[in-house]
Structures are given as C-alpha cells and as structure tokens.
C-alpha cells in the first residue's frame, strides 16, 4: 500500500495518466558580451508571451473557481512583471554573461529558496508559485511547449511529480477525476483549489 498526505478529501476511480514534461536543459554556457542585449530581448519576449498566457489562465480560473483563485494568477502576473525580479534577471545576464534561460533560473530559484526558508508553512508553500512562474519562463525562452491539461478528453486521475497553480487552473473538470503528485502540501494553491472543485487529492 502506498500512502501520502491528503490534500483534498475524496474518493475516485480511473485509469491512471501519467503526466510526463520534456525535459528542460538550461544553457550553462557564457555568453559574448555583444550577445548581451539579445540575451535580454529573449527574456522580455518570454515575459510577455508568459504574461498572455497567463491572462488566459487567470480568466478560466475565475470561470472554475471565482474571484479569489483568479486572484491567484494576478498575483503570478504581477511577480512576472515585477521591476526587481527584472533588474536582478538582467543583471544576472550582464555580470555572468549568461543566456536567459540561466538567469531566469538562477534568479527564480534564489527567489524560491528565501521562501522556502521561512517559519510560516503558508508563506513556505509560495515558492511553488516562484517556480511556476520561472518554469514558464524558461520554457517560453526555449521554445518548449508548456503543458495544457484543459485537452484531456477522458476520465483520468492524474499523476505527475508536481502540479503547478497554472496547470490545476486548466483541469478539465468533465475528465480529471482527481490527481496524484509526489510534491506539495495541504496549504500549497493546488491543493486548496483541489478542495475548492472537491477533487480527490494526494
């Protein structure tokens, strides 16, 4: 028997889907200096593309779920476009010579590890958002597709590592009987919109 901590009540029955993403592999190489302000184009062009999506998502969030889980995604939007988070992401790229992809990376995760250090499990739970955004980002950057679960078209229960915000947001609720993941907990904003549909969560 395989046991976990509940994160939203309920009992479901379904074939298993095992979400799997490809791969993500972050440029570890140093940049030219004259390949700087292209290195810093490709990342406002990612921010922006992640931005449209997700105004996209923050609108189906408010469909499923109301204002307050749409709240959520305004908060994503506003950490993307947040001035600091694009200052110490620019900077990142000038001092290290590095790609966009590595300082969006690097950056996010320094961002998430100060979260993940604090006393208060709620606050704990808000580097999964850092990481959400950041993924997006990077995959925006690198031209990998991000992951879009409104497509499932068949009764499931959903299995992956980790669900973000972003992709609970999109879960098609007629097909996703409740899901399966290997990281988060109760207070994390997946869970709670788990509780909020009454899905099945662990």
């Not at 990142?92 to 006393?119: G, H, P, T």
């Amino acid at each position: 028997m395989i046991s976990g901590i509940l994160a939203s009540p309920g009992i479901a029955f379904g074939k298993a889907l095992l979400l799997k993403e490809d791969e993500i592999v972050i440029n570890q190489g140093k940049i030219s200096a004259d390949q700087i302000d292209a290195e810093i184009n490709r990342f406002l062009e990612a921010r922006t593309k992640s931005a449209t999506q997700l105004e996209a998502i923050k609108e189906m969030a408010g469909r499923t779920f109301g204002e307050e889980k749409e709240a959520i995604f305004e908060g994503h939007i506003m950490l993307l476009e947040d001035e600091e988070l694009e200052g110490d992401i620019k900077s990142f790229i000038k001092e290290n010579k590095a790609s966009a992809d590595k300082a969006i990376y690097e950056v996010i995760e320094q961002y998430a590890k100060m979260m993940a250090e604090l006393d208060d499990p709620y606050l704990r739970e808000r580097a999964t958002d850092f990481r959400d955004i950041g993924t997006r980002l990077v995959k925006n950057v690198l031209g990998i597709a991000v992951v879009n679960l409104s497509t499932i078209d068949e009764e499931v229960i959903l299995v992956a590592k980790d669900l973000t915000p972003s992709e609970t947001a999109q879960i098609n609720l007629k097909y996703v009987l409740g899901f399966v993941t290997d990281i988060g907990g109760r207070t994390s904003h997946t869970s709670i919109m788990a509780r909020s549909l009454e899905l099945p969560a662990v």
